[in-house]
């Protein structure tokens, strides 16, 4: 595929169909689909790996092909950025809307209360907010068993011997969810060595989602994360942390994203050429 903007169907695993943006194929479903499709997974016994790459994920996948595939072979890829919902869109392929990774740490923790399924929170910055949102989360869900909590420090996988005491601490929590707030690509790693560990339980790379459910970092409003808005929050609240990824890296990436599938819509916009359906 040339350049970040085109676009096609892929199939993974002989699953449905993915929409390729960016150079990574994205599930087209609602956050509802997404539980479901979790739910009917635990039931079954199975577990599985859920990615929500945003901007700043398909720009380090577009450059790394190790990273591009650590993202499509999770068992679910929804998109979190409102940029790739728009390029799917300019593809004539869409998805149906943007499901973030702080929206299923709150739909999948009720999922997982209403089936008495116990859930571990990995990550999120100090050590005390995990244990914020764990409350959190337990004061919308009372029923819902936490079954552990941890934020390991930053080089925690520097080592091997580090990493294996991390993972191992999860195994023995045996949880069914797991969500994992380490930041790309750590927390996709890490998940990826826990999804064959733990085979009956569900991860989710979930980046800021729990610090967001404990308060500690402020989540913008929900128009602006409608809007594609949302990095701008962000900005503001983090300048000196997030000006150089926001606005160096992932603003450029994605208006060559979005100008790259524009052009590629004018110049087969029935969808022929370039391994998408016609457009309806």
């Not at 009917?40 to 092909?65: F, M, Q, W, Y």
């Not at 100090?126 to 819902?144: C, D, F, I, T, Y």
């Not at 969500?179 to 060595?193: N, S």
């Amino acid at each position: 595929m040339s350049g970040p903007g085109a676009g096609e169907w892929v199939r993974v695993g002989g699953g449905p169909a993915r929409v390729q943006v960016a150079g990574v194929g994205v599930d087209a479903l609602t956050e509802g689909e997404v539980v479901r499709r979790v739910a009917e997974a635990l039931e079954a016994g199975n577990g599985g790996r859920i990615v929500t790459p945003n901007v700043d994920i398909c720009r380090a996948a577009a450059a790394d092909p190790a990273l591009r595939e650590l993202v499509c072979s999770a068992d679910l890829v929804v998109p979190d950025g409102m940029p790739l919902v728009w390029a799917a869109r300019l593809l004539g392929t869409p998805v149906p809307e943007r499901v973030t990774g702080a929206d299923l740490i709150w739909s999948l923790s009720a999922l997982a209360a209403r089936r008495g399924w116990p859930v571990y929170l990995l990550g999120g910055g100090p050590p005390e907010v995990a244990g914020r949102a764990a409350a959190e989360l337990r004061s919308r869900n009372p029923r819902l068993d936490i079954c552990g909590v941890h934020a390991p420090p930053y080089a925690f996988d520097a080592t091997p011997e580090g990493a294996a005491r991390v993972r191992g601490m999860v195994v023995a929590a045996r949880p069914r969810l797991v969500f994992v707030g380490l930041g790309f690509p750590r927390q996709d790693r890490l998940t990826a060595r826990l999804r064959e560990e733990l085979p009956g339980a569900w991860f989710v790379g979930c980046g800021a989602a729990i610090a967001f459910a404990a308060g500690t970092v402020a989540r913008a409003p929900a128009w602006a994360g409608r809007a594609g808005l949302e990095w701008a929050f962000r900005l503001m609240s983090e300048p000196g942390r997030l000006a150089g990824r926001y606005l160096v890296d992932d603003l450029p990436f994605a208006v060559r994203l979005l100008g790259g599938c524009l052009a590629t819509r004018l110049r087969f916009p029935s969808g022929r050429g370039r391994g998408l359906p016609p457009a309806r």
